[in-house]
């Protein structure tokens, strides 16, 4: 298994430009989630989803899309990049959110400068 | 509101030293508890989880943590540090809100492994 892969894993943009970060994980997990690492501020959640077809806005949502049409693809899309957005983004899943089998396994990240 | 507080955002021990990184957490008991490693440009690796069948819990690379209800506490410690132990770690509690389970990060802390 090759687990959860990112892609890219380094991306520079300018202000306003839109661009997709991918997410697959080839696990069967239901559950899928993005995060940012911030320096001095953790991981905090971005948006997660629990099934295809079905997603939900986590503690960051804003500036920022998702959609899930398949069990193993889990794209983020920033609409509009700004700089306040430069961060370490994280995908996760884990092969169940409701039950004891919740702990999420992580991607390699991809950093992303906007400038 | 649910939050976890990792104490020391840096910690520096010798080689061969006790490793204890803080970990509390707000609320009631929440159902599970996790630590996380991060190496530099690496994505986050489950150490261990707590479910509670067991207070104390082992985890990879001679690792444990003792979940302490009374304190809500839930600390990581390692009886003699290695080089190789030098990371950030990440405490992560899972709440209930609003019936769903959430997972929240405290803020990491660094480990340095003085010569």
């Known amino acids: 298994n090759a687990g959860v892969t990112q892609t890219p894993k380094f991306q520079v943009l300018k202000t306003g430009q839109s661009m997709t970060l991918q997410c697959a994980q080839d696990?069967?997990?239901?559950?899928m989630s993005w995060y940012r690492q911030d320096p001095g501020m953790g991981l905090r959640l971005i948006h997660y989803s629990v099934g295809a077809g079905i997603t939900d806005q986590g503690e960051v949502p804003n500036g920022y899309n998702v959609s899930r049409s398949t069990t193993e693809d889990f794209p983020l899309r920033l609409l509009s990049a700004a700089p306040s957005q430069t961060s370490v983004y994280f995908c996760a899943s884990s092969y169940s959110y409701r039950g004891p089998y919740n702990e999420q396994f992580f991607g390699p990240g991809t950093r992303l400068t906007v400038l | 509101a649910q939050s976890v507080t990792q104490l020391g955002s840096h910690v520096s021990v010798s080689e061969g030293a006790l490793v204890l990184l803080r970990c509390n957490y707000s609320?009631?008991?929440?159902?599970?508890l996790f630590w996380y490693v991060q190496y530099p440009n690496q994505g986050l690796q489950l150490l261990l989880k707590?479910?509670?069948?067991?207070?104390l819990v082992k985890g990879i690379n001679g690792f444990e943590a003792e979940f302490k209800k009374s304190e809500t506490s839930f600390h990581l410690t390692k009886p003699s540090a290695h080089m190789s132990d030098a990371a950030e770690y990440f405490c992560a509690v899972i709440f209930i809100i609003q019936g769903a389970q959430k997972l929240v990060f405290g803020q990491g802390t660094r480990l340095t492994i003085n010569p």
């Open positions: 696990m069967n997990h239901e559950y």
């Open positions: 707590y479910t509670s069948a067991a207070t």
């Open positions: 609320s009631s008991v929440p159902p599970y």
